[in-house]
């Protein structure tokens, strides 16, 4: 949240089924937190105004779209100089594969997600994009057996 906001219970429950379906309409939402249609419009604009509610897309499945193998990859770089650490980031943000990277504090330093259509197309990614990076001191790739929940 860029900006405190004070959540009651109400407010809660308007994330909660906009979490589970984003396109609800303003009046089934409402109906499902027990409001009439313009408090909970007003409540949502407040939200989304505030920065607690930041943007709404499409869940899309990775194997429909060609790229049914996901990977987790743990990765330590050498630099700790702003320049090396900015450029690794940019790089590394930049790859249509990584579907989600975050820095990490300890070890590894970053934790990155990606996905591509096989084992050959992450042998290709691996090698021929991110182990070539200037920064990159180790990776360790783990391929999840299942996934459970995602966010």
């Given at each position: 949240?860029?900006?405190?906001?004070?959540?009651?219970?109400?407010?809660?429950?308007?994330?909660?089924?906009?979490?589970?379906?984003?396109?609800?309409?303003?009046?089934?939402?409402?109906?499902?937190?027990?409001?009439?249609?313009?408090?909970?419009?007003?409540?949502?604009?407040?939200?989304?105004?505030?920065?607690?509610?930041?943007?709404?897309?499409?869940?899309?499945?990775?194997?429909?779209?060609?790229?049914?193998?996901?990977?987790?990859?743990?990765?330590?770089?050498?630099?700790?100089?702003?320049?090396?650490?900015?450029?690794?980031?940019?790089?590394?943000?930049?790859?249509?594969?990584?579907?989600?990277f975050r820095r990490m504090y300890?070890?590894?330093?970053?934790?990155?997600?990606?996905?591509?259509a096989d084992h050959?197309?992450?042998?290709?990614?691996?090698?021929?994009?991110?182990?070539?990076?200037?920064?990159?001191?180790?990776?360790?790739?783990?391929?999840?057996?299942?996934?459970?929940?995602?966010?």
């Amino acid at each position: 949240m860029s900006n405190e906001v004070a959540l009651d219970a109400v407010d809660r429950e308007i994330i909660f089924h906009l979490r589970q379906d984003g396109r609800l309409t303003n009046v089934e939402l409402a109906k499902r937190v027990g409001l009439t249609p313009p408090p909970c419009l007003r409540r949502v604009k407040r939200l989304e105004e505030s920065g607690v509610i930041t943007g709404y897309r499409a869940v899309i499945d990775p194997a429909a779209m060609g790229r049914g193998l996901e990977v987790l990859i743990d990765v330590e770089i050498y630099a700790n100089d702003r320049k090396t650490v900015e450029e690794f980031e940019d790089t590394v943000a930049a790859y249509e594969e990584v579907i989600e990277f975050r820095r990490m504090y300890g070890r590894p330093d970053y934790f990155i997600r990606v996905t591509v259509a096989d084992h050959a197309a992450y042998e290709t990614f691996l090698t021929g994009r991110l182990s070539g990076l200037p920064a990159v001191l180790r990776l360790e790739s783990h391929l999840p057996m299942k996934t459970i929940k995602t966010y």
